[in-house]
């Protein structure tokens, strides 16, 4: 499966995004992709997960940095899962990257998106 993300721009600090990620194929069967995430990754700084959704509990998780303002979900008919990103501060300036795996963890993601940039000024 190719994932391939949009939505990515340039936004002033309180501002919303989504982002969009399509699925090349139908990714809502839980094998081998039980999870659905994006990451994302600051100049200088580490790859680190924003959002997890776990595709057969319907289950979410979020680090404590964007809880309350992203939300991770997806339009199985469309094979295609969103970031709804709001109140953004300039600290979430990022490449983001959608992803598809066995679990939220950078070693067992089997498949990325090529990545869109977020910048908040």
């Known amino acids: 499966v190719q994932l391939v993300e949009s939505g990515g721009g340039s936004v002033q600090a309180g501002g919303s995004l989504r982002l969009s990620c399509v699925a090349s194929?139908?990714?809502?069967?839980?094998?081998?992709?039980?999870?659905l995430g994006w990451f994302r990754q600051a100049p200088g700084q580490e790859i680190e997960r924003v959002a997890c959704l776990h595709l057969e509990r319907d289950a979410t998780d979020y680090p404590d940095s964007v809880r309350s303002r992203f939300t991770i979900s997806r339009d199985a008919a469309k094979n295609t899962f969103y970031l709804q990103m709001n109140n953004l501060d300039p600290e979430d300036t990022a490449v983001y990257y959608c992803?598809?795996?066995?679990?939220?963890?950078?070693?067992?993601?089997?498949?990325w998106g090529q990545g869109t940039q977020v910048t908040v000024s």
């Open positions: 992803a598809a795996g066995r679990a939220c963890r950078i070693p067992e993601i089997d498949t």
């Open positions: 194929r139908y990714i809502t069967l839980p094998y081998p992709y039980f999870y």
